[in-house]
């Protein structure tokens, strides 16, 4: 063991390091305990399930684009353990935060990368259900690494919606919020919000002056307002925005095609940005 990177209610995230090759990895460990105290039982086998299929199977090859990739995971009499790769910048939070606010060009190279990563996922009906910065984080190159799959689902046998659910607030999509079964498209939603608060510095409907919003009113203004987009922004990107926080799922942009096209990442180039030739933005 290396460093603590992480601590949360699911256990711990330690760099560690192979002793005979040098590497570096990121090895999350949960309290068999804690998990089951906190019912947590189907979270842990759904990260560790999601992630082996999405980095371990003949299907992925080596292409799973912007997501963390799960090594190898073993279990002790008292703790469950995964084994990934190390993201070595760090949060994207951390860099919002310092900046304050990116520009519409970092913001598009990161939400492209996003797009990728979505597309990836939806092929494979997975739903993160829990995307928000904190759980997007960067690789040493500073590309997007997209973590975190505790609250993910995949929808089974076909079926397009789910009614559990149990993530972070601030970037929840209506019907999540009103419990009416959600689909892929939710995960849009939160795309949406992210690339909001990216753009603006604030999530869209808790600004940093109501910091400590009730929960309840937050729900309120998920399901009843529009967010505020600032003048300051360009035209695609308030097209965008709205596109992707339209409350009612079916008339949401939701299809990676269709995303792919939108006049906010004109100039991309999808396949250069997915076999990681193009550069980030230096932050
Ligand atoms: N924190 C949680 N997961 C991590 C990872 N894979 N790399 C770096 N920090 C992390």
């Given at each position: 063991m290396v460093s603590l990177l992480g601590a949360g209610g699911f256990g711990k995230v330690y760099l560690v390091r192979h002793k005979a090759s040098g590497k570096v990895y990121a090895l999350k460990v949960m309290q068999k305990k804690a998990v089951l105290r906190r019912k947590d039982v189907k979270a842990a086998h759904t990260e560790r399930n999601i992630l082996a299929?999405?980095?371990?199977?003949?299907?992925?090859?080596?292409?799973?684009?912007?997501?963390?990739?799960?090594?190898?995971?073993?279990?002790?009499?008292?703790?469950?353990?995964?084994?990934?790769?190390?993201?070595?910048?760090?949060?994207?939070?951390?860099?919002?935060?310092?900046?304050?606010?990116?520009?519409?060009?970092?913001?598009?190279?990161?939400?492209?990368?996003?797009?990728?990563?979505?597309e990836h996922l939806q092929a494979r009906h997975i739903i993160h259900r829990d995307l928000k910065p904190s759980n997007l984080l960067l690789d040493?190159?500073?590309?997007?690494?997209?973590?975190?799959?505790?609250?993910?689902?995949?929808?089974?046998?076909?079926?397009?919606?789910?009614?559990?659910?149990?993530?972070?607030?601030?970037?929840?999509?209506?019907?999540?919020?009103?419990?009416?079964?959600?689909?892929?498209?939710a995960d849009w939603f939160s795309l949406g919000g992210i690339a909001f608060e990216m753009m603006t510095g604030e999530p869209p409907f808790s600004p940093a002056s109501e910091?400590?919003?009730?929960?309840?009113?937050?729900?309120?203004?998920?399901?009843?307002?529009?967010?505020?987009?600032?003048?300051?922004?360009?035209?695609?990107?308030?097209?965008?925005?709205?596109?992707?926080l339209t409350r009612d799922p079916a008339a949401r942009l939701t299809d990676p095609a269709v995303v792919k096209r939108h006049p906010f990442f004109r100039g991309i180039d999808w396949e250069a940005l997915a076999a990681r030739q193009l550069p980030p933005p230096i932050t």
């Open positions: 299929m999405l980095t371990s199977s003949p299907l992925r090859g080596d292409n799973a684009p912007f997501i963390v990739r799960l090594h190898c995971c073993w279990q002790c009499p008292r703790r469950l353990y995964l084994l990934m790769d190390y993201a070595a910048g760090g949060e994207l939070l951390h860099h919002l935060r310092r900046e304050r606010m990116l520009s519409e060009a970092a913001a598009r190279f990161y939400l492209a990368e996003m797009v990728l990563a979505l040493a190159a500073g590309h997007i690494v997209l973590c975190d799959f505790g609250l993910s689902t995949v929808l089974l046998d076909g079926a397009s919606r789910t009614h559990s659910w149990c993530g972070t607030e601030d970037f929840l999509a209506p019907e999540v919020v009103a419990r009416e079964g959600h689909g892929v498209e910091r400590h919003l009730a929960r309840k009113e937050l729900h309120r203004r998920i399901l009843r307002c529009k967010p505020k987009l600032p003048r300051y922004l360009t035209r695609d990107a308030h097209a965008l925005l709205k596109a992707l």
